[in-house]
């Protein structure tokens, strides 16, 4: 399966400039954690045992802030930065 490594997100993250982690999940630990694993009816339901496209904003007091399955995150990163500013 193609997970991201340590070292694949280390160059994605040199690349892109990001000042945030970036997390290598490839046990689902914290997919699963999160619940963000294929169910029937999400995006990418019939891709197997990988983590769903999306993404989870957790506070700093470990409550989850946001939590969305979308194909297209980037495409929200104004509602991301926003609610991790409020976080």
């Known amino acids: 399966m193609g997970y991201d490594t340590p070292e694949s997100l280390r ?6 400039g990001a000042s945030f982690p970036l ?3 490839i046990d689902l630990t914290v997919t699963r ?5 294929l ?5 990418m339901s019939g891709m197997g045992e990988i983590p769903e496209m999306g993404y989870v904003v957790v506070g ?3 409550l989850i802030r ?3 399955v979308d ?3 980037g495409d929200n990163a104004e509602d991301i930065l926003t609610t991790m500013k409020g976080s």
């Open 11 to 16: 160059k994605a993250q040199a690349g892109s």
């Open 23 to 25: 997390l290598s999940d």
């Open 33 to 37: 954690m999160y619940d963000m694993q």
């Open 39 to 43: 169910r029937p009816g999400w995006p």
């Open 60 to 62: 700093a007091d470990g």
């Open 66 to 68: 946001l939590q969305r």
């Open 71 to 73: 194909l297209y995150f």
